[in-house]
């Protein structure tokens, strides 16, 4: 029978099923080997082609690592709490879980069809209370806790009160906001409960404060950086802006020099970790405070700090910039300068942070009308708002040195500020001792002919000893913004008493998301939640309604699936100390410095706690390139006034016509050719178009671009595996390039794999199409046909090479067809090398093959270097320069025997013309030329 693939794939997707054949089990004699993918979320498109990239190339390795004798995980679940979930709800008061469970059955059965072999018994969903409960628990656990710099890790907070309580707070070191209470020995007590709990908040790893956030009015909450685009919503394009509010956030920045160093101790791609240092930002460098000129009546500080790397050009300050958000603008702000900073700050809300940051030409600011005092030179000077100063990074105000900076340069001939000439001192020059000032001379004293270092270490000593600044490591990243003013996330486990937040109890979780009546913020402009009816704690508690935001559910949901059925806890230690870690995760690279960075920060705080034994999550990294939809055009024609006319004209006729390219869906055309019937279904307006042909047929016009349903780039797997089926599918996406590398969709090509599919289930199958396959013993030839693409696929498979291994496999076929080879010897250990490709086909004929279990629980073949050593070679033999046979020679026979044995040859003497040769020329192992 021909190669019917629909029935095969059906097959043996139930068998898997049915018999659980991919189930991990725990404590295996056999190596663990832990595989995992980015878990989707779940939206209502289902999967295009480009997703499935990176599960087939997980899927491959996983099916491989079975072979070699590893006991491998191989798990999947879903992602699902999210913004777009609630979105549909708020159009079609819909509640979320339900369009979310309808779009878990629509991903759930495309996976299944294209043959993954996950352990499904392990599936989870992040928006489930079984899951959610022990994020919460995680939550309660960041919230219980502090970060202890003497030992350089997360500490119960008991241990913090113990300390507090019997030591003070002096000398205490630990991660804390900077207006901690300085208490001596005793105090504690003296405080009341509601003092303790502010103070207390000060040192939690999750903790309440105002914040400046990305606020979009129009979807009614927060968003992260990543969700905004030039000052709009990603999704929908609504307006953003920036505001103060009050938030949860997250301690991350105590982790900063763990997560930097924890770097290079991954296998992850270099850009990768590059993004998360650059993330991360660490500097070496100064605080030093500038003392404020005539500071206002009830200032809380009469200095603005500022953190320098070039703590040896501040002769040359001839400004400072705050943040336009920082606390003390407003206060520092005169009355004649007021109106021009209410209006920059107003201006500066319409830019997110990332478009702050990113902005290096544009120059924008306002003067407060304030002056500070430079501590070293004692020089005045004007105090200015920027928004290329963020709050949230160092101390939120810079010192401002024209002469040592380029955007300082341009800032200060913009808003004609004084340049103050000074040499830039990198570690071999020397500092001048005069430093030049609009014609006035500046000594530096105490740094003269200094080099770099010994000039920063000079300054830095002096500073401290002045107590207006000293030596600082800082870094660019700041605490992470934890609440979302949705309804589609996890609950917080918080109550509110006396206005500070307290957890509920342990035993109370999961706190589960209650009921309401719509899916928006209240009247008041509350968030979602504040709309459920009797939500409170004990009956007289307000719950916190804000919830998580997307990235909580996903930043330990690996340890989730090494245990998912556990009710009480969020993985047995069992479990833990078995698995481990993930060894190979594959997944986008645009979570870089969101997900990828939050996972780690989790799974290090955890690992503080005892909970988990592994500082790393992930040991290699794998990031999957995108495949780009091919877009398809058709060109109307433009008439003289502007507007578009009934008439279509073909690609190659375009340049005739003045036109406006059209979209069109790429699932109507086939090699460039448009279906006209299908295109008038498609675009009922142009049901009476003329359309303009090139020998009888429309070409439409190709563009590569991202795959989307706007653009009807959009290629549905449903439609391929239905016409090809699945195993020509999974061997497509491998064959069309590196996996790292991004790559355009071309339907057109999938022929030739399917062609190829057909070809290899022929190597089984006699003229009449019935399985054949013999128990002689194979050719030479045929041993090192198939020990070649052992060798080949099994150092393809272990550096992530699929594409070329796709390449092998065909020629393997080919030459295994030319050689006529039905050997059962050959056929089922091809068929084992085939398999993680093309897992459907080989479980076929690995069955017909009369085995009667799954091939998953074989074992991969062994290569056997001999069967590549050659020991004939093929003479191509030249009668005067042409070639007219080759002989297959031993390589061990003389020069003498390869004559005698060449000038016998039956073709040779045809060719003689019983002539006797004048000379024949023998190079061993090349050529034999005979000359008559």
Known sequence: MDYQFKEIEQKWQGFWAAHQTFKAEQDSAKPKYYVLDMFPYPSGAGLHVGHPLGYIASDIFARYKRLKGFNVLHPMGYDSFGLPAEQY??????????????????????????????DWSREVRTSEPDYYRWTQWIFMQLFNSWYNLETDKAEPISLLIEKISTAGSAGLKAVADEDILDLAPGDWAKLSETEQEKELLKYRLTYLRESTVNWCPALGTVLANDEVKEGFS??????????????????????????????????????????????????????????????????????????????????????????????????LTTPEQEAAIQQ?????????????????????????GTYVINPVSGERVQLWIADYVLAGYGTGAVMGVPSGDQRDWLFARHFNLPVIQILDAQQDITLQADLTKEGKYVNSGFINGMHYQEATATLNEWLEKMQVGKAKINYRMRDAIFGRQRYWGEPIPVYFKDGLPYLI??????????????????ESG???????????????????????????GSSWYWYRYMDNQNENAFASEDAIAYWKDVDLYIGGAEHATGHLLYSRFWNKFLKDLGHVNEEEPFK?????????????????????????????????????????ALHVDVNIVENEVLNIAKFKEFRPEFAEAEFILENGKYICGVEVEKMSKSKFNVVNPDVLIAGYGADTLRMYEM?????????????????????????????????QWEFSVSDAEPTKAEWKALHKIIKKVQEDIERFSFNTSVSSFMIAVNELTDLKCNKKAILQELVLVLSPYAPHITEELWSLLGNNESLSGAVYPEFKPEYLVEDEFSYPVSVNGKTRTNLNLSLALESAEIEELVLADETVQKYLEGKTPKKVIIVKGRIVNIVI
Do not use: C
């Open 526 to 552: 509350e968030p979602p939640l504040g709309r459920a009816h009797e939500w409170t704690y004990e009956k007289q508690y307000q719950y916190e309604l804000s919830t998580m935001p997307g990235w909580a």
């Open 620 to 660: 290699k990294l794998i990031n999957q390139g995108m495949i780009q939809g091919r877009s398809n055009f058709v060109y109307r024609v433009v008439a003289e006034d502007g507007r578009g006319t009934q008439t279509l004209v073909s690609h190659g006729l375009k340049d005739q016509y003045k036109t406006a």
């Open 344 to 368: 920059y700050i107003a201006q500066t809300k319409k830019k997110s942070e990332l478009d702050r940051m990113a902005d290096t030409k544009t120059v924008s600011g306002a003067f407060t």
């Open 234 to 331: 990603e999704r929908g394009g609504h307006p953003v802006e920036q505001k103060k509010m009050m938030q949860w956030s997250m301690r991350i920045s105590a982790y900063a020099e763990r997560l930097l160093q924890g770097l290079n101790t991954i296998d992850w791609p270099e850009p990768i970790k590059e993004m998360q240092r650059n993330w991360i930002g660490k500097s070496v460098g100064a605080s030093v405070r500038f003392k404020i000129e005539n500071p206002p009546a009830g200032l809380p500080t009469d200095q603005i700090e500022v953190f320098t790397t070039r703590v040896d050009t501040i002769f040359g300050v001839s400004y400072l910039v705050l943040a336009p958000e920082h606390e003390l603008v407003s206060a």
């Open 735 to 767: 064959f069309l390039g590196p996996l790292e590398q991004s790559k355009p969709w071309n339907t057109n090509g999938i022929e030739g794999v399917f062609k190829f599919l057909r070809k290899f289930w022929r190597l089984f199958h006699n003229d």
């Open 89 to 118: 709800a708020i159009q079609t008061g819909k509640h979320p879980a339900l369009t979310t469970e309808t779009n878990i059955n629509t991903y759930r059965r495309q996976l299944d069809q294209i043959g993954f072999s996950f």
């Open 505 to 522: 109890k342990e035993d109370e979780l999961p706190l589960l998301l209650p009921d309401v009546d719509k899916y928006l913020p209240t």
